[in-house]
């Protein structure tokens, strides 16, 4: 069989599987109505007919598996718990709620070889390009245009793009695997290294020149979102 007819198989055998299951949680939560506190396990396929989290009540579910996270690994935690509560929007979207992954972790092919799952769904990107017909099918929005040195007007696109992302069994895996990133990649060299130092506001202005994502306010909004989560902690 053709690799790509058979990874285009496997796939769609994963997401049929992944669709069918439901994903363990096993940080520590709070109600949303006050309730008490519990360490024990939390369905995703629950937390989807809960109602939405806010910023206070995803800190408390999610903060101790970013700080188990720390614990084990030294990347900060209170940096992975604001980047994880904007890449959710608090722990609200499908890809957080139903699939346990928080940070919007694409699935490389070395994901996929090693037989982990994935999940296909549609995200948004912003590319920068030239040619703008080229992109006419990913329902392209113009956010500005620049001109080149020769003349040449250069557009800025957000595109609507199906892509395939991780799928993890609970929010600590994906803290997890988000701390394997910071450590793995060379680009995040400089933004580790501010974490290690405490600098956690140049670390944050460090990845969003890293390329961790292609929206070019990432470091922008994920300052505004640390400093929420920073408020909430120290009251």
């Known amino acids: 069989m053709n690799f790509k007819l058979f990874l285009s198989a496997f796939r769609r055998m994963v997401s049929a599987k992944k669709d069918s299951s439901s994903v363990t949680v096993t940080t520590t939560r709070t109600d949303m109505e006050n309730e008490p506190a519990w360490d024990g396990p939390v369905l995703v396929s629950s937390l989807l007919v809960r109602p939405q989290f806010d910023l206070r009540s995803f800190a408390t579910v999610a903060g101790p598996a ?3 996270m720390e614990g084990k690994t030294g990347v900060n935690g209170l940096v992975a718990l604001s980047q994880a509560s904007h890449e959710s929007n608090n722990g609200n979207s499908v890809l957080a709620r139903k699939y346990g992954n928080l940070f919007g972790f694409k699935a490389s092919l070395g994901w996929e070889v090693r037989g982990k799952p994935v999940v296909v769904m549609r995200t948004w990107e912003v590319v920068k390009t030239a040619d703008p017909e080229k992109y006419a099918k990913f329902n392209p929005q113009t956010l500005r245009t620049d001109k080149t040195s020769l003349g040449t007007t250069i557009y800025e696109l957000r595109i609507n793009v199906d892509q395939d992302f991780r799928v993890y069994e609970s ?3 994906s803290f997890l695997d988000y ?3 910071m450590i793995g990649r060379s680009r995040y ?3 580790l290294d501010l974490m290690k130092k405490g600098r956690l506001l140049e670390a944050i202005e460090a990845l ?3 390329g961790y994502a ?3 306010e990432y470091a922008r909004k994920l300052l505004a979102r640390y400093e929420a989560v920073l408020k909430i902690k120290e009251a």
């Open 208 to 210: 969003g020149r890293s």
């Open 214 to 216: 292609t929206d070019p």
């Open 189 to 191: 060299a400089e933004t």
């Open 179 to 181: 701390a394997d990133l």
């Open 66 to 68: 970013a700080k188990k």
């Open 171 to 173: 929010w600590d895996d």
